[in-house]
């Protein structure tokens, strides 16, 4: 098992990089939380917006072929329960990365000499990422808040920062409920009526045990609301809320001016296998 927070000294002395789930904007305040990281220690902060935008490629290319039901397996919560209570299911999920391990995995090509902490807002995350290979320690959102409120006094500093690489925009609506059929550029591939978003485990539960044959698509995710329904979420805002804070994030970021080398480029990936397999 990887090492949590508690194994961490603030403000960290080594090389390490911070990879945040777009979902953070719930709970921190941007660009603040960025600075905030800055004065922890951390030397690079990258979001996971650029490993989906790898994952959606690789869903793009498997739905193109596909013939029968596929399940996206970005969430690792609705992945461990169809293992575990639907293994019949196991062979219709797609056999491709989470968005934090893809990124993960551009962090170890691109930052060799860092240590790679994800923060997480969930507890399956935070399971996924103590049993990669790709990981080397994990913070969820509740640890982080606490890590923030004992460090203050760190405050203040770096306030004109942004994330060092892997810019995007258009995929920090991942976390919510949709949000990888939304940007995966599927209609053109998919009919409406032959794909399908589920957020909730028990709906997904409730869609498996009498599947509708026109489904070819299920974009799934084992919290209401998609990520932002988190367990590790520390807000208290009604989910229509916290769906408004992402949105309204995007809306800064399309604005944005990206700064040069920031932008994630495919290329930037060449070499890195997402494909994976599941026992």
């Known amino acids: 098992m990887k090492k949590g927070a508690e194994n961490l000294n603030f403000p960290l002395k080594e090389k390490y990089v911070a990879m945040l789930a777009p979902s953070f904007v719930v709970d921190f305040p941007y660009p603040k939380i960025i600075s905030q990281l800055k004065n922890l220690g951390f030397d690079k902060i990258v979001e996971l917006t650029f490993g989906a935008k790898l994952v959606n490629r690789e869903y793009h290319k498997i739905l193109e072929k596909s013939k029968g039901l596929v399940i996206s397996s970005v969430c690792p919560g609705v992945v461990e329960t169809i293992k575990s209570k639907y293994p019949n299911y196991v062979k219709n999920l797609i056999p491709v990365d989470s968005p934090m391990i893809a ?103 409730k869609f498996l045990d009498n599947p509708d044959s026109k489904i070819k698509f299920l974009d799934v995710n084992f919290c209401r609301g998609g990520c932002i329904g988190g367990p590790c979420i520390n807000s208290k805002l009604p989910l229509i809320l916290r769906r408004k804070k992402v949105l309204d994030y995007l809306k800064i970021a399309e604005k944005e001016e990206i700064p040069e080398g920031s932008k994630g480029v495919v290329k930037e990936a060449k070499g890195i296998s997402l494909r994976r397999e599941y026992k």
């Not at 990981?135 to 808040?145: A, C, G, H, R």
């Not at 203040?156 to 258009?170: A, C, L, P, Q, R």
């Not at 995929?171 to 589920?198: F, Q, R, V």
């Open 103 to 205: 990124m993960a995995k551009i962090c170890r090509k691109i930052y060799p000499e860092h240590k790679v902490v994800f923060i997480s807002p969930c507890n399956f995350k935070k399971i996924e990422s103590e049993n990669s290979d790709y990981v080397d320690y994990t913070i969820d959102y509740k640890e982080l808040k606490n890590i923030l409120g004992k460090c203050k006094k760190l405050d203040g500093k770096n306030s004109e920062v942004t994330f060092d690489k892997f810019y995007n925009d258009y995929t920090k609506i991942y976390p919510i409920a949709g949000g990888l059929y939304k940007t995966a550029h599927l209609k053109n591939i998919l009919e409406n009526d032959e794909a399908i978003i589920i957020d909730g485990m028990d709906r997904v539960m």
